[in-house]
């Protein structure tokens, strides 16, 4: 199965109002040979900055200690606690010229909420969509790695 992507996500979507942009935090997981094994989540905080650039705040949480069942061995939820707190004091100041451009957008556009709900990809994902001509190449590449 070392072909299988080992990833499942975006889990536990959650959009953010506190900055003047569309925002979210979710968890990215790590897969196991079992599709049903989630493990190790990385937890992630985006938002963008320019109509190119997003920033990314990543918090990885390894917890080994662990009881005879596999279970984490003490309450995490002071630590998740911690991790909204930290998402949920990221501020963003935008200046003139990416405040006109983001009312540029609402107006076109109207409302700018994000989904409620996300449900995961199908992985892998491919972010970076190539040009028409790109594609044979871009293909054969992908098919290299497996």
Same mark, same amino acid.
């Given at each position: 199965?070392?072909? *299988?992507? =080992? $990833?499942?996500?975006? !889990? ?11 925002? +979210?935090?979710?968890?990215? $997981?790590? =897969? ?5 094994? %989630? *493990? ?14 997003? *920033?990314? !705040? @990543?918090?990885?949480? #390894? %917890?080994?200690? =662990? #009881?005879?069942?596999?279970?984490? &061995?003490?309450?995490?939820?002071? %630590?998740?606690?911690?991790? #909204? ?14 405040? +006109?451009?983001?009312? &540029?957008?609402?107006?076109? *556009? ?8 996300? &449900?995961? %990809?199908?992985w892998?994902?491919?972010? $970076?969509?190539?040009g028409?001509s790109e ?10 790695? @497996?």
């Amino acid at each position: 199965m070392a072909h *299988v992507p =080992r $990833y499942h996500g975006p !889990v536990d979507w959650k959009p953010h109002k506190h900055l003047p942009v569309p925002s +979210a935090s979710f968890k990215i $997981y790590n =897969r196991g040979e079992d599709v049903s094994d %989630l *493990v190790l989540p990385d937890q992630l905080f985006v938002f963008p900055i320019t109509d190119k650039y997003f *920033v990314e !705040v @990543c918090f990885i949480q #390894d %917890l080994y200690s =662990r #009881d005879d069942k596999g279970n984490v &061995a003490f309450d995490t939820n002071p %630590l998740q606690e911690l991790q #909204d707190n930290i998402f949920n004091s990221i501020t963003l100041e935008v200046g003139p010229e990416t405040k +006109a451009r983001v009312d &540029a957008i609402k107006k076109e *556009v109207g409302n700018m909420q994000l989904s409620k709900e996300f &449900a995961p %990809l199908k992985w892998p994902i491919n972010i $970076y969509p190539p040009g028409p001509s790109e594609a044979p190449e871009m293909q054969k590449s992908l098919k290299a790695g @497996c």
